[in-house]
């Protein structure tokens, strides 16, 4: 058995996994959801200490602690690596950052918005159409689902984390998993393993599915959280 703490992106609430926890518990395992700061002032710094919270203070009583990062959670998730015993962190759709980089910095510095038109023209899609939630993140959810996400309002990460510099020299010692979704329109698979590849130096795994892989593909993300991969090593940060 594992723990499996179960980080969200940008819109921070833990009901992103919930159709994830249930399929982890089926197999075995226990499973913290985060949630994570509302506060608009809260930065790198906050949001870690959110995830160190919800882990609780019997983290190392935990078996098999494994830490899962979605999407701008890849800033603040190897934050956490120095505060608890983690076995392993495992990013999913993520942001990689380079030392001193900021989450806002990061979309210029990586090629996103070139990658993302290139992987919309290759699609037929309007490579010059402006961010939609919907085409963007929603395109390959389940229509019910989508309807509970969009009934739940607004929520989105604080200015903060996206203004300061990531402050970690290089990527923690913990073994790392990358797992992306074949269908990502905002992050592509291609652009993906060009990012890990150049910062982390780790393979990227890919499945079906597209950026909300936890709600379009939580059957198969599941099993693959858990399936043993080759083995996780620590990565080697090239940036």
Request: charged fraction near 25%; include cysteine; aromatic fraction near 8%.
């Amino acid at each position: 058995m594992s723990t499996y703490a179960l980080v969200p992106g940008a819109d921070g609430r833990a009901w992103y996994w919930h159709l994830v926890v249930p399929e982890l518990r089926r197999r075995g395992h226990d499973v913290v959801a985060v949630d994570l700061p509302a506060d608009a002032s809260a930065g790198l710094a906050e949001h870690a200490d959110a995830v160190v919270r919800a882990i609780g203070d019997e983290a190392e009583a935990r078996a098999g602690l494994v830490l899962v990062a979605q999407s701008l959670a890849g800033f603040f998730a190897p934050l956490v690596c120095a505060r608890v015993p983690l076995d392993q962190l495992i990013l999913v759709n993520a942001m990689v950052p380079a030392p001193g980089e900021t989450a806002g910095e990061w979309w210029a510095a990586t090629g996103q918005a070139e990658a993302r038109a290139a992987f919309a023209a290759q699609q037929g899609r309007d490579p010059e159409a402006p961010f939609d939630l919907l085409t963007d993140f929603f395109h390959d959810v389940p229509a019910d689902v989508t309807a509970e996400a969009l009934s739940q309002g607004e929520a989105g990460p604080s200015e903060a984390l996206f203004a300061e510099p990531w402050p970690l020299r290089e990527w923690p010692d913990v073994p790392t998993r990358f797992l992306q979704g074949r269908e990502d329109r905002f992050f592509p698979l291609a652009f993906q393993r060009r990012v890990v590849g150049e910062r982390l130096g780790v393979p990227v795994e890919d499945m079906p599915g597209g950026h909300l892989l936890a709600l379009s593909r939580p059957v198969e993300l599941a099993e693959l959280l858990c399936r043993e991969a080759p083995p996780p090593r620590s990565p080697t940060h090239r940036a």
